[in-house]
């Protein structure tokens, strides 16, 4: 069975800075791209950052650019994304999700885990 | 980049109707397209990819069809479990994808 077990949320004021750790179980996890997607508390999904089943190549939504870095330890079986340069706008909570075809980045997002809330105030 | 509306907004439907949900891109997309189900409090579940291909367990009231730049999510029979939040995704942007505002389906 597919688990994604996001965990590193919490209270943060603006400025500062908060790692997500994903942890992942259920499938060979260093043949899927991965992906960060957060939610706004009553808004819609935005999609914030894929990376490559390698790690070698991450992708960034322009409005985390240069603040979020994602990456992957595929020996533990776990993403992270490192936020730093916290903003209030940055609120939300936080999912990790699967990319539905092996070795490929597709963005069709098959396992979702539930989600970690970052807070952002001072 | 590619914008994604959807419509209605919000749509107040009975158990039994049939629903059919839009999303419009302002840029072609081919058939790289993306239907979404969220219900409170939980995360989304992928119902369909590449326009038309319902997922593995997704019962088959769900359809989905289109391509271009219009695409529709239909159910067929309204079913209570139905009642949620429905969200479409392009994927045309390669690798920058991005969502629709979502579509909230409620009891009339």
């Known amino acids: 069975e597919v688990q994604l077990v996001e965990s590193g949320g919490g209270l943060v004021q603006p400025g500062g800075s908060l790692r997500l750790s994903c942890a992942a179980s259920?499938?060979?996890?260093?043949?899927?791209?991965m992906t960060w997607v957060r939610q706004a508390p009553g808004k819609g999904l935005e999609w914030v950052s894929s990376?490559?089943?390698?790690?070698?190549?991450?992708y960034y939504a322009d409005s985390v650019k240069g603040r979020f870095t994602t990456s992957r330890d595929n020996s533990k079986n776990t993403f992270y994304l490192q936020m730093d340069s916290l903003r209030a706008e940055d609120t939300a909570i936080f999912y990790c999700a699967k990319d539905m075809s092996a070795r490929i980045l597709t963005g069709y997002l098959d396992f979702w885990g539930q989600g970690t809330l970052v807070t952002v105030s001072s | 980049d590619i914008q994604l509306t959807q419509s209605p907004s919000f749509l107040s439907a009975s158990v039994g109707d049939r629903v059919t949900i839009t999303c419009r891109a302002s840029?072609?997309?081919?058939?790289?397209l993306a239907w979404y189900q969220q219900k409170p409090g939980k995360a989304p579940k992928l119902l369909i990819s590449g326009a038309s291909t319902l997922q593995s367990g997704v019962p088959s009231r769900f359809s989905g069809s289109g391509s271009g730049t219009e695409f529709t999510l239909t159910i067929s029979s309204l079913q209570p479990e139905d009642f949620a939040t429905y969200y479409c995704q392009q994927l045309n942007n390669y690798p920058l994808f991005s969502f629709g505002p979502g579509t909230k389906v409620d009891f009339k």
């Open positions: 259920g499938f060979t996890f260093n043949s899927y791209a």
């Open positions: 840029l072609g997309i081919s058939t790289y």
């Open positions: 990376t490559s089943a390698d790690g070698v190549r991450a």
